[in-house]
């Protein structure tokens, strides 16, 4: 073997591994690694990223869209620091990811060099694993050791440091041979036996899934068994596109903005089979709607991270299984039982979500996301950050079974049009549509920037309403009439996405939306549609007039 650069082993690992793509940004402390890219377009690509922030978060999604690590490079301090939001982001969705970062030199460590961090530290809460490769002969074993966590057990990000000498010290140690094959943990036969026999007995069982990690198989195997028991199914926090929203067992999604019918259905099953859950936050409206630490529901909780398991809730049973394997096993069987009215009510609950009343607003995106829910594609990829305009995508599009959603459980605001982009890179050939509000689009609207260079260019939709929404509700709650800090000057968006070449225009009211949405799908490079609307229409039930009112009513 002859000899290489480090820069040129890892690239070399990274291929035999089966990855062809990647984000970042260029710094001078990984060099060599940037030159070994050099001859590998169009096999392994770099898209060139505007901002680590916004690299972060392009890996984080490719990593929740495919099921295989999203690679993102960044140099060392401000790069690190700056991407560190996509690393935040990708663990809290279990999504595969590996951020590397340039290192200062061995020489120089524990000086507090120039842009110096201890990335162990810096990184270790919020990673699946931190680590810094100190030995050129010791690359391929890492590297093998940090996809694999990423990919295993529950998905999610590992942080890889890269000191720039060791990246150019030169070795004849061969680079990894293959891609890796990780097979699932699955269930004992006697483990799905004691699982039905629960099922059985149960008055008002209940699903729940969720978590990174599913696959359409896998996905496919749990609506065979929900649909053929008569179970309904409920989906965590921003995971109800990884269950067909048409299917009769569908009962909606357990995060952010929670219907009644949804807070009833969790309170009111005796039985909660959770498969791939993590209970967090957002997913039982904080904490509340099982008991901490022994719920009142019988609770069979399945994950295949040993962590999971009792993390927050004391199971009836645990299972220590992958999802997939473990929806395998239960499409194998049929149950029956006395819970026909249990499940039809919950569908009932679901489709109640769907009426609204006529907004306040010069464009309605209730009358939108009713026609985008019959105008999109079925491969369709729906992208949102982080804000009151999330509703829309995540409340009111009914997702089949090969339609996507990226969108972050870590609340992170800037996410959208990356994910777009990055979905976009992943699948050329799929419509992708970011829903942005003002302030979440300005987070990082620098990326139509990466977006137009790699020819990955989706549509963007501007909910541009001049505030910081979601804080401004709870401010006109907590504070009524005393808002701070959350009205917006905004720029001309049309004007800044044409600077970026994208096809734009101002939707000025509802009825416009639709002839405009038509050339936005037309457009050969993309679409930014800015859309009117009034800060009234905050929520889709309460304006944000009612919402004053009535905090000024409970405060006299």
């Known amino acids: 073997m002859e000899q290489r650069n480090g820069g040129k082993i890892l690239v070399e690992c990274l291929q035999a591994l089966g990855a062809t793509t990647s984000f970042g940004v260029p710094g001078e402390s990984y060099l060599a690694v940037l030159d070994a890219l050099h001859d590998t377009q169009g096999a392994l690509d770099f898209t060139l990223c505007r901002n680590e922030g916004g690299a972060g978060f392009m890996a984080a999604a490719y990593g929740k869209l495919t099921g295989q690590p999203g690679l993102c490079f960044v140099t060392r301090g401000p790069g690190a620091t700056n991407a560190s939001i996509g690393v935040h982001t990708a663990m809290q969705d279990s999504a595969p990811m590996i951020l590397f970062i340039g290192q200062v030199g061995r020489d120089m460590k524990g000086r507090e060099a120039f ?42 990000p590992v942080v890889v440091a ?67 028991s008569d179970l309904p199914v409920l989906a965590s926090f921003r995971y109800q596109d990884w269950y067909d929203n048409h299917s009769q067992t569908y009962a909606g999604d357990a995060g952010v903005g929670m219907t009644p019918a949804t807070k009833a259905l969790m309170r009111e099953a005796d039985l909660i089979l959770a498969i791939n859950t993590r209970f967090g936050e957002n997913t039982t409206d904080g904490y509340t709607l099982l008991s901490v630490p ?100 995540n409340k009111f599009f009914k997702f089949g079974p090969d339609q996507r959603l990226l969108a972050p459980q870590s609340g992170a605001m800037g996410y959208g049009l990356p994910a777009a982009v990055a979905a976009k890179v992943a699948c050329p050939e799929r419509t992708v549509v970011c829903f942005a509000g ?11 920037g990466t977006a137009m260079q790699a020819g990955a260019q989706p549509i963007v939709l501007v909910l541009n309403n001049g505030i910081y929404g979601t804080i401004r509700m709870h ?45 936005a799908m037309i457009s050969t490079t993309g679409a930014v549609l800015e859309l009117n609307i009034s800060p009234e229409a905050l929520t889709p039930r309460q304006t944000l007039s009612q919402m004053r009112d009535t905090a000024k009513g409970a405060m006299a």
Not at 162 to 175: G, R, Y
Not at 349 to 376: H, W, Y
Not at 438 to 448: I, T
Not at 483 to 510: C, I
């Open 115 to 156: 842009q110096e961090i201890d990335y162990r530290a810096y990184f270790g809460p919020v990673a699946k694993w931190a680590t810094e490769i100190d030995d050129v002969d010791r690359i391929p074993e890492v590297i093998a050791r940090a996809w694999i966590t990423a990919v295993s057990g529950r998905p999610g």
């Open 162 to 228: 890269l000191p720039e000498d060791m990246l150019t010290d030169t070795s004849a140690t061969p680079a990894l041979t293959g891609p890796v094959s990780v097979h699932e943990a699955a269930p004992a036969d006697a483990t799905v036996g004691a699982v039905l026999e629960a099922l059985a007995q149960a008055k008002r069982p209940l699903i729940m899934m969720g978590g990174g990690g599913w696959t359409p198989g896998g996905s496919q195997a749990l609506q065979r068994f929900a649909e053929a």
């Open 294 to 393: 022994v719920p009142e529901q019988t609770l069979i909780h399945v994950h295949p991270s040993d962590r999971e398991l009792g993390k927050v809730y004391q199971p009836d049973l645990a299972v220590h299984a992958g999802p997939n394997a473990f929806a395998e096993a239960l499409a194998a069987h049929e149950l029956s039982g006395d819970w026909a009215d249990w499940r039809a009510q919950a569908r009932e609950g679901f489709e109640a979500g769907f009426d609204l009343p006529d907004l306040p607003s010069p464009v309605d995106m209730g009358k939108v996301t009713a026609f985008l829910r019959e105008r999109l594609p079925a491969d369709a990829v729906l992208t949102n950050g982080a804000g009151n305009f999330t509703v829309w995508p």
């Open 438 to 448: 003002d302030g979440d689009f300005q987070m990082n609207c620098q990326e139509l």
């Open 475 to 519: 401010q006109e709650r907590t504070y009524p009439e005393r808002t701070s800090g959350t009205s917006l000057e905004n720029p001309d968006f049309v004007m800044l996405a044409q600077s970026y070449g994208y096809h734009a225009e101002r939707v000025e009211k509802t009825e416009d939306f639709e002839a405009a949405f038509e050339r």
